[in-house]
């Protein structure tokens, strides 16, 4: 029991964690709290979903074309929403991404309605294997590991070894000074953007796969992953991944203990970090001086 | 000074009269010569979008009514509000029906947090309800004047699904899934009644939130307890994430769940087949009967609402307002809302496209009878027990 449930918690917790950095990395470069993220991976979800159902394309050539979709609009929303806003509030920039949020599931209604879809990935839930006695893995949950160790280590090598990587920490550390070295801080704000909305996207196709699909279906993904980036720390990319794998395993711990509390966990560990480790678990506190 | 004072004294009072008034000035009328203005609400969008079409089902049934002449010359016009099923937005939605464009009856209604958050308010404003598209004891216990429904509570329902389980299909480890709401509560309320009645108990009983995307651990518990039946009053989607969360851990057990999960070609298709051998209630005749008004209303849903797709919930949406038609008609001319309540006070053994419907003006629980049906495959509709009263309803006592 215990066994199956550390595999669960750490499979909704990869799922959590992949979606966090998809947040932090708008945050990191940009320092906006995009609340638009789960809308813009359940957009490019549905686009998959369409490719799939009404193309009827094989299942990686949908996938492929759904990423540069993602990617698109990432830039788009950047280059659309946040751009023309001239030296915006935190406020002005939080109503901005809202704005967006509704804008994007007032699309997704229109276009595909409000009911409930399948969204079938070629990693089934339904196939499912018993490494030890009592503890069944099944595809989805091993292709979630894969797919976040992936990302993991791309992001690792992207920021350490590429210039746009460095080019985006040193956005991040001080825009003014990077825009002084000759970089286009603009261009890597949407390239940022882009980044964001393919990893959310990846997230969303694996929630989706496990519920239904909907317009509706990434607010509360949305909320967990916002709550493992606070644990984990938004300013770290590791620390938010293990900040998802951490709340996965406390959901599912204390879903199974006291099941009626847990949809409330995720927030409670949100107020207990802000109180008590306000940068996260994992993320270096700096402190300016003025 | 004086004229001053008097004059202030008049605003005083004229807003403390205001204040003071009864809602029941609020409204405006739901008809005049030319019109009846009936409406619903409904999740539109949103967790719950799956049972949006219920509140859209009315439009048949107007336009049927209508393209027949209309009521004693009256048209029939109805109004369908998304509610996102969420109360808060219920209130705003109704209350903006009812004083905006002034309605004469509700019909439908799904979600009974949201019929809970505006039940009172319908009472003061004296607006008739007929057929909630949920039905929960608190609605018409004790009686509310205006307030008829149509749909078996779910304590009932919960009930005689129970029974099937431990008679029919010998199963003796009963789990419960259930939705944190009055919905969910009363569905967990019946299974216990009639569990204690066999002297068993529930092997567990689990609460969820409609908004809950993560089932492992509650899943787990199930097949940790050992329960060979999960019986469930939770929403579609909710539904779909628990058989796939417990497929993907190797657990099946048999799925048994309340008539509004009942919309098989639905569930069938959003949970990738797995809805095959659920078991569910059943209020309404399944949606491909050979019956006469089954068939007049799906020939009139393809006429006036091609878009519409033909399933157990629209249906439904149009079965719920049967009586409200059949008393407006009996009313004749002089129409006024406590005409109408006299007619539907009057009705006995009404026979629709549900079960049979029975009001008196110290019963307007309309039914207490379900079929019980079984998901075929390609998501068939099989009877495994005909309409079934429950002997053990506490309201009948």
């Known amino acids: 029991m215990i066994g199956q449930l550390i595999i669960e918690g750490l499979a909704i917790g990869a799922c959590y964690g992949l979606f966090a950095i998809a947040v932090v990395i708008i945050y990191k470069t940009s320092e906006v709290v995009n609340f638009a993220q789960g809308e813009m991976a359940m957009l490019s979800t549905f686009i998959a979903f369409h490719i799939l159902n009404y193309y009827h394309y094989p299942f990686w050539l949908a996938f492929i074309l759904t990423m540069a979709f993602a990617i698109l609009l990432g830039v788009l929303i950047e280059f659309l929403f946040l751009r023309p806003a001239k030296h915006p509030s935190l406020l002005g920039l939080i109503v901005i991404t809202l704005g967006a949020e509704m804008l994007l599931m007032g699309l997704a209604g229109w276009k595909w309605g409000a009911e409930q879809k399948e969204f079938v990935v070629p990693m089934s839930y339904q196939v499912t294997h018993e490494p030890f006695p009592g503890m069944i893995i099944n595809d989805w949950a091993i292709a979630v590991f894969i797919t976040a160790a992936l990302v993991m280590v791309l992001l690792f090598l992207f920021f350490k070894y590429t210039k746009l990587g460095i080019a985006m920490r040193a956005t991040q550390q001080n825009q003014h000074a990077a825009k002084i070295m000759g970089i286009r801080v603009e261009r890597v704000f949407s390239i940022a953007w882009g980044f964001s909305s393919l990893i959310g996207t990846i997230a969303a196709m694996f929630f989706a796969s496990r519920s239904t699909l909907d317009p509706g279906f990434m607010l509360e993904p949305f909320l967990r992953a916002f709550a493992a980036a606070v644990l984990g720390g938004l300013m770290s990319i590791p620390g938010v991944f293990i900040g998802g794998e951490l709340l996965g395993l406390i959901e599912n711990f204390f879903g199974y203990v006291w099941p009626e509390w847990k949809p409330i966990v995720a927030f409670v560990v949100i107020i207990l970090v802000l109180c008590i480790r306000p940068s996260g678990l994992f993320a270096k506190h700096y402190v300016k001086k003025v | ?397």
């Open chain 2, 1 to 397: 000074m004086k004229l001053k004072t008097t004059v202030g004294m008049i605003v005083l009072a004229l807003a403390v009269a205001l204040l003071m008034a009864p809602a029941a000035f609020a409204g405006k009328p739901g008809f005049d010569d030319k019109e009846i203005r009936i409406a619903a609400w409904g999740p539109q969008t949103g967790p719950a979008a799956a049972w949006g079409n219920v509140a859209r089902g009315p439009n048949v049934m107007a336009a049927i009514v209508n393209a027949e002449g209309g009521i004693h010359g009256r048209k029939l016009k109805h109004f369908v509000r998304d509610d996102q099923y969420n109360p808060a937005q219920t209130k705003l939605v109704v209350k903006e029906l009812v004083e905006q464009q002034g309605i004469f009856s509700f019909v439908c209604g799904t979600s009974a947090a949201g019929g809970m958050a505006v039940k009172d308010y319908l009472k003061d404003n004296k607006v008739i309800w007929v057929g909630p598209a949920t039905s929960v004891e608190e609605y018409v216990f004790p009686v509310n004047p205006y307030l008829f429904t149509i749909m078996p509570l779910y304590e009932d329902e919960a009930s005689i699904l129970t029974k099937y389980v431990v008679e029919k299909l010998k199963m003796k480890k009963i789990g419960i899934l259930y939705q944190n709401d009055p919905y969910g509560k009363n569905g967990l309320k019946g299974v216990l009644q009639r569990l204690k009645k066999y002297r068993m108990k529930a092997v567990a009983e689990i609460p969820v939130e409609p908004t809950e995307q993560d089932l492992a651990s509650q899943m787990q518990k199930f097949k940790s307890s050992g329960a060979e039946a999960v019986l469930m009053w939770v929403a579609p989607k909710t539904a779909v994430i628990a058989l796939k969360t417990s497929k993907s851990m190797g657990y099946t057990p048999q799925w048994v769940s309340s008539m509004t999960l009942g919309d098989y070609e639905l569930m069938y298709k959003i949970s990738g087949g797995l809805w095959e051998g659920v078991v569910t209630g059943a209020f309404t005749l399944p949606p491909e009967t050979r019956h006469p008004l089954m068939d007049k209303y799906r020939e009139a849903t393809k006429k006036y609402a091609p878009e519409e797709r033909w399933g157990v919930f629209f249906h439904a949406g149009i079965m719920f307002t049967e009586p409200l038609i059949h008393a407006l008609k009996k009313v004749g001319k002089n129409l006024s809302t406590e005409a109408c309540l006299r007619e539907l006070n009057k009705i006995r053994n009404f026979k629709g496209t549900g079960g049979k419907i029975t009001y008196t003006p110290k019963r307007h629980q309309g039914t207490d009878s379900i079929m019980v049906m079984k998901c075929g495959p390609n998501a068939t509709y099989i009877k495994v027990m005909d309409w079934t009263s429950n002997e053990l309803a506490s309201w009948k006592k």
